[in-house]
């Protein structure tokens, strides 16, 4: 955004003699870039943070290790648990977009249904990271630390800041890796570009095989974790039962 600013004010010094035109942001207006990767970011907080310290409470509150002794999957566990926070993070969803739109100006020219398409696979992902995050620490504070250590690097290497494309080699592959990078992609070509979902299949399947990854990895995790207690507690029942 800077870079542009820059090269449209030396294409004007030339006056008539260079037609400058911009798409899509005609005014290089910062916050039109900068608010649909927002939206995005605070879903990240929500799905990773918020999401990992609730369950590692309930596991440190002991309410987990009581669904080993019932019928229920671990990925049944993880639906019911990330649930509250899919809706939560949908409203904030809207709430940040309808500010977006009315205190920065920011335009909303594409369509609603691919937005939410992607919005939807890109919430399924990092909610599963929340759920995986979860299952690795034993502690909040452990967390609340894995969680910023994933967060940090999409802050700064997603394209929300410095575009992919300025980034040395050596670290633009990790913004590659995040799933920030592409809902980023796919905000920005909705509200700015009105971009037809023919443009951003990619990032689109790129986050579908990154919520179905990171869901089995997590709910591997998770009945790696129930399954330890669900023995103990089953011969404890039956035992009782006998005597």
């Known amino acids: 955004m800077f870079a542009a600013q820059s090269s449209v004010g030396v294409l004007n010094k030339f006056g008539d003699r260079i037609h400058v ?20 970011l605070i879903l990240t907080f929500i799905g990773t943070i918020i999401t990992s310290i609730g369950l590692v409470r309930e596991r440190e509150a002991g309410t987990l290790e009581q669904l080993a002794v019932m019928p229920i999957r671990p990925s049944q566990v993880i639906l019911g648990k990330i649930v509250p926070y899919f809706l939560l993070a949908a409203v904030d969803l ?14 909303f020219n594409g369509n609603v249904l691919i937005f939410a398409l992607g919005s939807a696979l890109f919430l399924f992902v990092v909610l599963g990271l929340g759920v995986f995050i979860s299952t690795v620490s034993q502690t909040t504070g452990q967390a609340i630390q894995t969680a910023f250590m994933l967060l940090m690097p999409q802050i700064l290497l997603s394209g929300m800041i410095f575009p992919l494309e300025a ?16 809902f980023t992609m796919i905000s920005q070509g909705v509200m700015l570009r009105d971009a037809p979902i023919s443009s951003l299949w990619l990032p ?17 995790r998770f009945r790696r974790d129930l399954a330890p207690n669900a023995p103990k507690v089953h011969n404890a029942a039956s035992e009782a039962g006998a005597e």
């Not at 035109?21 to 995005?40: C, H, R, Y």
């Not at 980034?167 to 592409?182: C, D, E, F, K």
């Open 21 to 40: 035109e911009v798409l899509f942001n005609p005014d290089l207006k910062t916050s039109w870039v900068m608010v649909p990767a927002i939206i995005g």
């Open 167 to 182: 980034m040395a080699a050596g670290v633009r592959w990790i913004g590659y890796l995040l799933p920030l990078t592409y």
């Open 204 to 220: 689109l399947v790129v986050l579908a095989v990154m919520a179905v990854v990171v869901f089995t990895g997590a709910t591997l």
């Open 94 to 107: 809207i709430i940040v977009t309808v500010l977006g739109m009315l205190l920065f100006d920011v335009p």
